[in-house]
């Protein structure tokens, strides 16, 4: 009867995205569950993470890029048939009202700010204007509740036009006080808030950046027993050209977060923190790692042969806090990885990290957004790397057994790679019918000419459900969604 039923919800959906269903492969035993992990994502408690996405780009009220969030609960059949909620700046418990640029949704992350059961939502809203400062930004946080959602408050504000404060966020407990710190980034800085209940920032790094979003990513490179912050910029030509990877930690005696380690000349789209060898140490993944500057520094994102198509580098913690002596770099030319190595592929633009097979060794997956599928130009896919005891790489040098790539022309992936869809082009891990093993969302935010898309990977195989505009029932927007163009995780 549950087989039955999950059809029929795979089915039901489908109807309303227009996509393709393929043909069912053969059934097969299903692997022992591993131990629960807990859940970042659950804000309503009821024991599945929630799918939740940014909207940017949506309409509100006739407001064009006003913005939202997309919260598509979890339950036994993933996300989708649980219901879904709406969420702006008009809505009650949030503070500010919807207006046109305000791109509400810039960025999201859960994180558990207070001391409840229930996951948390911070929000930024990178074109929300303060007074009289133009896209000054602010960050929101609102918090779960057994209903959904409850009280919000602000946890930043721009302190001047132009800083647009929430164009990326991350969050963890950098202090080690037990309570959640929140990194912000604006334009040509990263801000912290160490009490998200208050709207006090205070700087942790300012410098050029080329107009982009900082990327960063979460983990304890020093082995200190504390998250550290990773961050990764660059700028072309603004007045000059530089490009940097730092990792930043707290400082006690300061009592604010020092920069402990740098790797000048080598840029990246995506960062992602985990322990792929298994010696307990957290590592740093790099995604479509190049060289940007020119500073006589040989390889900062190793062999530059590697980085054709989006190279990815690797550099791994260790006992002493020494981070990144030992180093990994590959891309699709390496052997044992699907695929080919082309320029414009974007190998790594997006990363996304979780031990799928709970042997002790997490497992990477990097989007390829810009791969070619056919002839279908930016058709995009993904590539589930598989950790092991030398890393993502065996002795050899090759791709662990067990690697392998999806899009959405593979078997029991549903629709149809499509020119422009960009598949892989955003990813994130939860446990979405609760069965202990992490799923995996997959966006294509180019999906049926721009409204987007996000596939639900059950533990990161073929198979699973898709969530479109259409199938929420979203309302229409002024602007392409692009839904999926920013994955909560």
Known sequence: MRTRALALVATTALAATGLTLPLAANATAAPAAPAPAPLTADFNGDGYDDLFVGVPSGSVGGEAKAGYVSVVFGGEYGPGPHGVRRITQATVEVPGTPEAGDRFGGSVVAAHIDDDKYADLVIGAPGEDIDAKTDAGSVTVLYGTGDGFALANTAGRGAKSGDVYGNALAAADFTGDTDVDLAIGGKDQVVANFNPLAADTQPVMADRMGGRAPVMTTGDFNNDARPDLALGYYTQ????????????????????????????????????????????????????????????????????????GGGIHVRFGDANGSFGWEQQTFNQDTAGMPG????????????????????????????????????????????????????????????????????????????????????????????????NVPDL????PGENSAAGGVWDLPGAKAGGSVVTPNSLGLPASLNPYAYGSVLGR
């Open 441 to 444: 969302s997959v966006a294509a």
């Open 237 to 308: 030509n603004q007045p000059y050209t530089q490009s940097h990877l730092r990792l930043y930690g707290w400082n006690k005696e300061e009592g604010s977060m020092g920069n402990f380690w740098n790797n000048s000349n080598g840029a990246a789209n995506a960062l992602a923190s985990g322990d792929f060898n298994g010696d307990g140490f957290d590592d740093l993944a790099v995604g479509n790692c190049r060289e940007i500057a020119d500073e006589n520094i040989d390889d900062p994102c190793g062999p530059e042969k590697l980085a054709k």
């Open 340 to 435: 080919v190595a082309e320029t414009g592929d974007g190998f790594g633009d997006a990363l996304a990290v979780a031990d799928i097979d709970a042997d002790g060794h997490d497992d990477l997956i990097a989007g390829a957004p810009g791969e070619a599928i056919g002839s279908a130009a930016k058709a995009g896919s993904v590539t589930v790397l598989k950790g092991g005891e030398m890393g993502l790489l065996d002795p050899a040098g090759a791709a662990n057994p067990g690697t392998v790539a999806y899009q959405q022309n593979s078997p029991d992936i549903l629709g149809v790679a499509q020119a422009g869809d960009l598949f892989g082009a955003a990813l994130a891990f939860g446990d979405h019918n609760g069965d």
